[in-house]
């Protein structure tokens, strides 16, 4: 059995055999869905491949008798469907959620096959199809409320389970369960030494744009705070295809336990909100986007919870964008700002992008769609670059990066750095040779924090007699 030049991925049906494969061409960029019926390959649908776009598939029913892949109802929310695999047919829905998009399909240990789906309200939610695994799920929730929990591994008689809990104010912990003594033993945690009283609460937060536009955002106070008058770290997510939700945040609960409340809103754009509110965010870094982050802060400060003159920006990747756009656009908003692998021109990561996937590439689609074109949006993209507007910047900024980043090159925040120089402002640069996009070492993490926290302290300074429990 073989497949062509254009195949990009293969399907298996958890008995080692290959049951579907998606060929992947160019001119024009599409997906060409196949399936192998155990003599020969057969047509079963062409998606585009371009943003946002694609087949989808994601493997097996648990019958193995049919596809099971991510499509757009008609609300544009992403959902669950399947399609049988003896003849393309029509798809039927496997999965929805009126609210949110499915996050992620839930696959079994030992065949692979799909038996649940996974998205995000506040906290992560899981739903199985088998009425077994699905009270599973249930019982695990009543046990531990109000916390995101579900089983990561099992036996093959599900007896013994390898289980996940995870809160705002729960670090990650794993349990072992066994349902035939329906005993449950904790395993370890990811942060084991941390209390109840070392993490803030987090909660909702929502608010409204100055369009109308629903925004759900978070806001994590520090511990025993009143939740008035506080030091405020803005911190954008990245992605900007990502979001917040009520989970343990390391970073988060670390500004909080120094004092900060942490703000964390999901902006226009960000993922699991339907394909309406990622489209309404498409070509708006540093405009609308931008103003979703900004609406919220002068929310927060009309009600009373921060402190309008201690108000810092930090963030990474696109947060890292944010970061600067914020200091870049908004200068009296904002008393510091921190970016770490942050963009800081926008024609330059864009062209650098596409010259290295192919501009007919999926990867270029996508960034095109994010970001805008290089043709026709070339004056907006030079008009929302921070880097080439440093003259407006009016508080200290913080740059990190890594020397190993290929996701976004550290020539991104070398521009700045040398703009910001240039043009006179206060800027500390610091390079952290061999690192990765996503600050993976842990000595990189200890040093990001570390650092973080001093410039906090200069700027915006929390003097918060809790920083001391975490040392």
């Known amino acids: 059995m073989t497949g062509t030049v254009q195949t990009k991925d293969w399907f298996m049906d958890g008995h080692g055999h290959v049951v579907a494969r998606i060929d992947r061409s160019k001119y024009p960029l599409e997906d060409h869905l196949k399936f192998y019926d155990g003599r020969d390959w057969h047509d079963a649908g062409t998606f585009p491949a371009t943003a946002d776009n694609g087949s989808g598939l994601v493997g097996l029913t648990e019958d193995g008798k ?9 609300q544009s929310m992403e959902i669950l469907t399947t399609e049988s ?3 393309a047919g029509a798809e039927a829905t496997l999965f929805s959620n009126p609210q949110y998009d499915v996050a992620a399909a839930l696959t079994d240990d030992w065949t692979g096959h799909v038996i649940g789906a996974a998205y995000a309200d506040d906290k992560m939610e899981y739903v199985y199809f088998d009425p077994q695994l699905e009270a599973l799920q249930r019982g695990l929730e009543r046990a531990f409320a109000n916390l995101s929990v579900h089983a990561v591994s099992s036996d093959l008689a599900r007896d013994r389970v390898i289980v996940a809990v995870d809160g705002p104010q729960q670090p990650p912990t794993y349990y072992y369960l066994d349902r035939t003594t329906h005993q449950a033993a904790e395993l370890d945690s990811s942060n084991p030494g941390l209390t109840l009283a070392d993490l803030g609460e987090m909660k909702p937060y929502p608010y409204k744009a100055r369009d109308g536009l629903d925004i759900h955002a978070y806001l994590t106070l520090p511990p025993g705070s009143a939740g008035k008058g506080l030091p405020l770290v803005v911190m954008p997510h990245g992605g900007p295809d990502d979001r917040d939700m009520l989970t343990f945040d390391w970073q988060a609960q670390y500004f909080a336990n120094r004092g900060y409340a942490v703000f964390q809103p999901n902006f226009r754009g960000s993922s699991g909100y339907g394909h309406k509110f990622t489209e309404a965010g498409l070509q708006q870094w540093g ?3 931008q103003d979703d982050i900004t ?7 009309a009600d009373g919870a921060v402190d309008p003159k201690r108000i810092c920006i930090v963030g990474g990747s696109y947060g890292g964008y944010a970061a600067l756009a914020g200091a870049t656009f908004t200068p009296d908003l ?11 021109d926008l024609p330059i990561l864009l062209r650098s992008d596409i010259d290295e996937a192919g501009k007919d590439s999926k990867t270029a689609s996508f960034w095109s769609s994010r970001i805008g074109s290089l043709d026709n949006d070339s004056e907006v993209l030079r008009a929302t670059s ?13 740059l990190m990066h890594g020397e190993g980043d290929t996701t ?10 040398d703009a910001l120089k240039s043009a006179g402002k206060d800027v500390q640069f610091i390079r952290f040779p061999g690192e990765d ?3 993976t070492f842990a000595d990189t993490r200890i040093r990001f924090l570390s650092e973080v926290e001093k410039f906090l302290a200069a700027h915006i300074g929390a003097g918060n007699k809790l920083a001391s429990r975490a040392n």
């Open 66 to 74: 049919a596809f099971v892949r991510f499509a757009r109802d008609v």
């Open 334 to 344: 904002y008393a510091c700002a921190v970016s770490f692998a942050g963009v800081s």
């Open 437 to 439: 996009h996503y600050f």
């Open 408 to 417: 976004v090159r550290i020539k991104q925040s070398e521009l700045e750095y």
């Open 85 to 87: 695999l003896s003849a």
């Open 287 to 289: 405009l609308k986007m």
């Open 295 to 301: 609406d919220g802060v002068k929310k927060l400060i």
């Open 386 to 398: 921070p880097a080439r507007h440093a003259d407006q910047v009016k508080c200290p900024i913080l």
